[in-house]
Structure formats: C-alpha cells, structure tokens
C-alpha cells in the first residue's frame, strides 16, 4: 500500500511532503523518508516508524532546504520495517532516488542479473533493485531518465506507483502508475505527486489522474508529458477539478479521525441520498443505473464482491436485494473469487463495493468479471480511482474522505446507495407493493435523524465500554439483516482494540461458538424489533443459562430484551431493511471507546491499512 508523495516547483519542498505524508499515512505507517534535493546535495533521511518520527530525525540530521522532492510512507510488503528497507532508495552511484507503492514481483530474478553484473543491495526491498535496473539501463542505453525507467518497467511484473528522479537533472521528475494509484497536481509553475490529491489540496484544484501503464515526465515549470509506457505514445493529459477541501481532510475538533466520521453519518448518509431519492415523490434517481437497469432486471443473479468492511455491506445488500427485488445475490470476498474459476456469464451483474476504489483484489475481480463478458458496477468513495474508472457504470457514495483506517462512514452510505438500487429495482419489477415502496422510501429520509438519535446514547456506550475494556473476548450475535452487523461490529473491535471477537448468525450459536461461553465472555446481541425479535429472544436466554454477559442493541422502548440483557444500547425504530444503518452505529462508538481506554491507536491501528493496493 504506502503512500507517496512529491514535489517540483518553486517553495520549499519539505513542508509539503511531510504535511502531504501525515495526510497520506492511513496507507500505510511501518516507516517514513524523504529526500530533498536544492540542485547541489541531495538529502536523504528515512526511519522506521511514523512520519512524526522522521520529522525528529529530519531535524536532527538534514538540511531542509530544496525545492524537489519525494516523500514516503510505508506498509512493509518486502523486507521487515526497519530504517534501511524505507524509502526512499539511492540507485548505486548515488545519482537516482526513488519511491514506490507497490510490489515488483520478479524482482529476486532481476537482482540475482545485477548482482552478476555488480551492483550490490543495502535493503531487502524490491524498489532498491527498480532503482538499480532503471540505472543500469540508463548507463547502457545511454538515454535519458524517461526513457530508462520505461525500458525499466517494461521488463518488471507487478505493481507500482513511483516517483524517480536523477541528481544529474535537478528540474525532472519523473512518475508512473500500474495498480497503485498516483495523481499530479498542476499549480502554477509547480507540480505534485501523491498517491491521492490530499496531499496538495490547499495549493491547487487541478490534478490530472495517471492510468495504469503510464507514465509522466515532470519538469519544473514547464509541463507534465504522458507516455503509454509500453509503445511510448503521447497521451493527451485529462485535467480534471477537484471538489475536496481542506476541512474535510481535517480532524475538526474530534480526537480522532475514526469519531469524525462515526458523527459525520447523518450529513453524509444524507448527502449519499442527496438529489437521488424523492421520498413524497416516490423517486429514485441513479445517474449510472438509468441507462443500465435493464441489465439488472434481466439478470440471473448479482454477484457483489468486496473486502472487509465494504463486504459486509455486501451482505447487508443480499438480503435487500433478494427480499424485495428478488434476485437471486451472491456475495463473494475479492480475493477468492478472483482465483477460483468462477462461473459467470454475460446475465450476470457484478457489483463491486469499496470504498478506496483502489483494493487490489476487488481490481482484480472486476476485471476477470468483465473479460467474462458480466456488466460491472462499482460503488466507490474515491472519486476518480481506479474502480471507479474500470467498471462499466456505477454510484459514488459521497461519504467525503474516510482517513481512519477502520471504516465507519463508508459503510453506511455504501448500505445507502445499495438500498437505493435495490428499492429502484423492485419497484421496476412489481415486486414490492407501491405502499412499502413508499413506506421505505420515506423511511429512508428519516435516517439521519435516526443516526442522530443512535449517537444520542454515546455517553452510555462509554460507560459500558469501560466495564468490558478488558474482556478478552467478544462475541456478536445477529440475525437476518442484522448478522452482516454483527460481524462488522466484531471486525471494528479486532481491527483498533486488538481484541479478539468473532460475529455470527444467532442461531449458529449453538454450533460452537457456545462452548465458549462463561461469565466472561461479554456477547453483543443485536435485537431490535424484526421478524426475529422472538427467536433472537430465545438466542438471548441461551446465553443468559450460561452466564455469558449480554449487551443487548434494542429498539427504544423495548423492555422484554431490557430484563433479560445486563446492558442495552437503544436505537430507534426502524423497519428491519432499514435497521443496518441504525444498529452498526453503537457498535462503532463500543469498539472505539474501548479502543481509546485501551490506549490504542485507533486511526492508525497496528499492520492494517486503509488502502490495500496489493493482494
Ligand atoms: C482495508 C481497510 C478496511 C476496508 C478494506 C476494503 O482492509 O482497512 O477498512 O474495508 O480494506 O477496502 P475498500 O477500500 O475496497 O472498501
């Protein structure tokens, strides 16, 4: 994953780079460099660890000064993380330095050929072997840097986002991009690099988006010229205007990033339906389904792949979609489906969630479906990423930029727009009767306010937080439309408290996850009102024969699940298609409370990354 950053023009490269690295670090924080270069000396310091660490040591050992420079931060792939694997990497004269996202795949075959030919290896990592290749075939060719890194990366496997440039030519730098992504922002008489435009955001509104197999060389205020690198072809630059702003990339007076974006679900959810839903109306508005619904009301079935969170969004959308557009759903993780052959054919519809629109797997499966000939739809956060430009057709959620790694805000609005699609489509297909098409239209204006209310009882949380922090388990029991919950209410509490927690269907229960259970074992049971209030009531005394804690998510003004759970969470009452928006709301505030006590770094949490651009 990693996140890169760069600079050429007239300021001071520095402080950009290490505000841009902070900005950058939710894709990765195993180790942080930078190298700064004024036309004479080129400074190098990199560190393991956070890029607050490298700004002591910058401090400490390098002169700041210089208006290039490249800038990165890491999620170790090769190498352990330590201060010789970061980047970024000197080529073996000394004269080229580089950084990269991504992995080179045959980079053990192409060192043991510069080994035999010289070169030696201070890290482990596969960019310190780019680099030296990129340098070999410069000397050899005798061409310039350009041209070296295209011959370069002609001869690599794998991915990459890199930025290069030469001691030799202090006015160039030079990117590319396959499978990581990489944006240039265009100021006046100044460029940036950065793996997305955060980094530039406050300096300019225009970036252009590099595709996979291409690359760019900047020069200092002059011009950005785009090649394909494997035929060499001029590409004219697509310029797009960004509509981020600054405070959106800001913590706003939270004290993390993660509770931001578990408050900011009312406005974003709102702003995910915003101009799409005509609740009194009874209208839907899809701009990318419109031209496209026949392909899902002639589908045989919908195949939804994702990863983590965004697949259990995936899920939550199964159950929609089968009850009430009935068509048949299955719901695939990424990776596997991308490896194990899978039967598709032109009647099927994939859609892929996530909200980077960057995770390498759910890239991967997008393209196998559509090599299979299956239209494919994306829902994407990320404006402009890559899943967003590869599927046919699709829906951005409007959730603005999600920084904490564990994901919140994506998930809600991804169940949003996923909502949206599947009550169009019922309704198309006469499978959902005008009254309950209405009724959850109308319902669905409402949840802002109802996430609203949910995050009402947040002090409560606290509390009941603080009596569990130090269990050493946790189970979350749902049902229905609210087992998908259950699991992302356990995956939020693995992911920054690092305790473990498993989620199941209720009913599963008694399979296994039984034996577990003891007057220590605290079990998150989700059980507002639904078509399986009473057998998740029946669930509930089960456990309550074997001790185990519960803590209850109920609807307000519940009292049988109040009596018999030792703590309750209330939301309000919502129909159960619905109640997914609702109910994940106090599993996100338990799991970062919990967190917090625990002094964990909840927007950083420890080998994760919020970006996962390789398998
Ligand atoms: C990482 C993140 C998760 C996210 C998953 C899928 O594991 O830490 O929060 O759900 O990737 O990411 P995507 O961007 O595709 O939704």
């Known amino acids: 994953m990693c996140g890169i950053v760069g600079y050429i023009g007239k300021r001071e490269a520095y402080p950009i780079i290490i505000n841009g690295l902070k900005r950058l670090e939710y894709r990765g924080y195993d180790s942080a460099g930078i190298a700064l270069y004024d036309g004479n000396e080129i400074q190098l310091c990199k560190t393991k660890g956070k890029v607050v660490n490298l700004e002591e040591r910058v401090a400490q050992e390098i002169s700041t000064k210089g208006s290039l420079g490249i800038g990165h931060t890491r ?26 996202n991504g992995i080179i795949e045959n980079y053990g075959s192409i060192k043991k050929e510069l080994i035999n030919r010289g070169y030696t290896f201070k890290s482990d990592t596969d960019t310190e072997v780019l680099v030296n290749l990129i340098e070999e075939i410069k000397k050899n060719e005798n061409v310039k840097l350009g041209k070296a890194v295209q011959l370069a990366l002609n001869q690599v496997v794998g991915a990459y986002a890199i930025a ?14 396959l499978g990581s992504p990489l944006a240039i922002g265009v100021g006046e008489d100044e460029f940036f690099v950065a793996s997305d435009a955060t980094p530039f955001i406050e300096f300019t509104k225009t970036a252009i988006y590099l595709e996979d197999e291409e690359m760019a060389v900047i020069r200092r205020g002059r011009d950005v010229k785009i090649r394909k690198i494997k035929n060499d072809k001029l590409v004219h630059p697509y310029v797009q205007e960004l509509q981020l702003n ?71 959308a199964e159950y929609i979609f089968e009850d ?8 695939e993780y990424a990776s596997e489906f991308r490896y194990r052959n899978p039967v598709i054919t032109e009647k099927d519809v994939v859609i892929a969630i996530s909200q980077s629109g960057e995770t390498a797997d759910t890239l991967a499966a997008i393209k196998l479906a559509k090599e299979r000939g299956a239209f494919v739809y994306g829902i994407c ?66 949840i802002p306010t109802k996430v609203q209310e949910a995050l009402e009882s947040d002090a409560k949380i606290k509390e009941i937080a603080e009596i569990f922090k130090d ?16 699991l992302e209410g356990a995956l939020k509490l693995k992911e920054i408290s690092y305790i473990h927690a498993e989620g199941y269907p209720a009913a599963e229960m008694k399979h296994g996850p039984i034996a577990l259970i003891d007057e ?7 059980a507002v009102n639904s078509n399986h209030y009473d057998k998740v009531v029946s669930n509930i005394q089960e456990i309550k024969s074997r001790k185990g804690k519960i803590i209850a998510v109920v609807t ?18 919502i129909p159960e298609m619905l109640s997914p928006l609702v109910t994940t709301i106090p599993l996100q505030l338990l799991s970062y409370h919990i967190a917090v006590m625990l002094e964990r770094n909840v927007d950083q949490p420890r080998n994760l990354a919020k970006s996962v651009t390789v398998e």
């Open 324 to 331: 009430w557009a009935r068509i048949p759903v299955e719901v």
């Open 520 to 526: 220590h074992m605290p079990v998150v049971v989700i």
């Open 246 to 316: 600054l405070e959106q990339i800001e913590k706003g007076g939270y004290d993390h990033f993660m509770l931001k974006e578990i408050y900011e679900q009312p406005s974003v959810i709102k702003d995910t339906y915003r101009g799409r839903l005509l609740a009194d109306e009874g209208i839907i508005k899809l701009g990318g389904l419109e031209d496209h619904i026949s392909k899902f009301t002639n589908a045989n079935r919908i195949i939804i792949v994702a990863c983590g969170t965004s697949w259990h969004a995936g899920l939550v």
């Open 556 to 573: 307000e003004g519940d009292t049988t699940v109040r009596e018999m759970a030792d703590y309750v969470m209330e939301v309000p009452n």
């Open 164 to 177: 290069v440039f030469d001691k030799n030519k202090p006015d160039e730098i030079v990117v590319a991009k």
């Open 381 to 446: 956060n990320v404006v402009g990423s890559t899943i967003s430009r590869e599927t046919h057709s699709g829906t951005y959620t409007h959730a603005g930029p999600e920084i904490g790694v564990a994901s919140t805000k994506a998930f809600t609005t991804q169940i949003t727009v996923l909502t949206m699609i599947a009550l169009k489509l019922a309704k198309i297909k006469g499978t959902i009767s005008q009254s309950d098409y209405m009724l959850h239209l109308r319902e669905l204006d409402t």
């Open 471 to 486: 269990a050493a388990n946790f189970l979350y029991l749902g049902r229905g439309y609210n087992f998908p919950v259950a």
């Open 75 to 100: 999620w170790a792939t090769h190498g352990v993380p330590n201060d010789v694997n970061a980047h970024p990497h000197y080529s073996n004269s000394g004269d080229l330095v580089i950084i990269h």
